[in-house]
């Protein structure tokens, strides 16, 4: 009897004291959508939109599981497939970044998933945000 109760007690230790416990502390996700319409006419608008997925672990697992994402979508508003330029920039502080595609071609009415365009950065402030977007003229439009 002795036996099994200093065996069930290890056991009970064992089990609340594992180092290999993996459990999520935290876990949120910031979203935000930003208006723009091209710098040369001003007729097309644009819609950026940007999720920021975060997810805390505290454990032996934390290195292989904690996720801090963030992904960008683009929509097209314009009347017509566009090839486009874009520039985006992300104050941070030391953590900026840009993300700038070139001759990017998007359909009318079109979303295009970016996928992840960042990792392991703070929080975005979505009002530190500045996107410059070029577009040509849809044809029949004029200036």
Do not use: H
Request: hydrophobic share 35%; aromatic share 14%.
């Amino acid at each position: 009897m002795k036996f099994w109760l200093v065996f069930c007690a290890a056991a009970l230790f064992l089990t609340c004291s594992s180092p290999n416990d993996c459990e999520l502390s935290e876990q949120s996700t910031y979203n935000t959508a930003k208006f723009v319409t091209d710098k040369g006419y001003n007729k097309y608008p644009f819609k950026f939109s940007f999720a920021q997925r975060v997810e805390v672990y505290n454990g032996d697992c934390a290195a292989e599981k904690n996720v801090n994402e963030t992904t960008l979508t683009l929509t097209s508003y314009a009347g017509c497939d566009q090839v486009v330029n874009f520039t985006i920039d992300i104050d941070l502080g030391t953590d900026s970044y840009q993300i700038k595609k070139n001759n990017f071609a998007i359909k009318a009415n079109e979303t295009f998933n970016f996928g992840v365009v960042r990792e392991n950065t703070q929080r975005i402030d979505f009002a530190e945000m500045d996107i410059a977007l070029f577009c040509p003229l849809c044809p029949g439009d004029t200036p």
